[in-house]
Every structure is written in structure tokens, then in C-alpha cells.
């Protein structure tokens, strides 16, 4: 099994940034991909970011494109997020998923961090 842990939220000014970590412990070899989802308050959980396990393809939302980056250390079996130029709209419950290997879809999630950006 594959365990993820997520930190690094805060409460941030717009224009701001922030650093999410997440993490990983358990069968890591075992998994296809990893990534970040989002939750605003009231609405659906949203794909952010994604890359594959050995990091060679990352891929971003329309809304993440230019403004966050996702990355990992493979040393510490932690990936991240960094974001910049932040909007309100960024806020949300952001989430560190991974896809074991066969699977379709995200199937392992962590437990989330807070994220929120004021104006």
C-alpha cells in the first residue's frame, strides 16, 4: 500500500506563493502517477496537475499552466507543487493523488491541506 501525507498549505495574500509537499511511503514503485487535485468550498474536486512516476511527463490544468509547477525528489519520495502569482480562486482543500499501476483513474489520496488566498 501507498500512504500520502500533504503539507504546506497557509493562508496567503494574492500574488503570494506557496510550497505543497506530499509525502509518499509504502509500495511507491507501484504506482503509474502522481498529482494534485483542488475542492473549492461548494464545488467539485478539480484536476490541478500531474506527472507521471518517473517524472518525465507533468502536465497542468488550464488554470495552472504558467503560474504553478509540479515536482518531486525522488531522495526524499516527495513530490510538490509550488505556486505563484496566487488568486483568490486558488482557494481550496488540495489534495496529493496517485495512480497505482493498471489503475484508470487517481485511486490513493491523502488526507488534504488548506489552502487560501485573500485579495
Known amino acids: 500500500q501507498v500512504q500520502l501525507v500533504e503539507s504546506g498549505g497557509g493562508s496567503v495574500q494574492a500574488g503570494g506563493s506557496l510550497r505543497l509537499s506530499c509525502a509518499a511511503s509504502?509500495?511507491?514503485?507501484?504506482?503509474?502517477?502522481l498529482g494534485w487535485y483542488r475542492q473549492a468550498p461548494g464545488k467539485q474536486r478539480e484536476w490541478v496537475a500531474g506527472?507521471?512516476?518517473?517524472?518525465?511527463?507533468?502536465k497542468y490544468s488550464e488554470s495552472a499552466e504558467a503560474r504553478f509547477t509540479i515536482s518531486r525528489d525522488n531522495a526524499r519520495n516527495t513530490m510538490y507543487l509550488q505556486m505563484n502569482s496566487l488568486k483568490p480562486e486558488d482557494t481550496g482543500l488540495y489534495y496529493c493523488?496517485?495512480?497505482?499501476?493498471?489503475?484508470?483513474?487517481?485511486?490513493?489520496w491523502g488526507q488534504g491541506t488548506q489552502v487560501t488566498v485573500s485579495s
Open positions: 493523488a496517485a495512480k497505482r499501476l493498471g489503475a484508470s483513474e487517481y485511486d490513493i
Open positions: 506527472m507521471t512516476n518517473d517524472g518525465h511527463t507533468k
Open positions: 509504502g509500495r511507491t514503485f507501484a504506482l503509474r502517477a
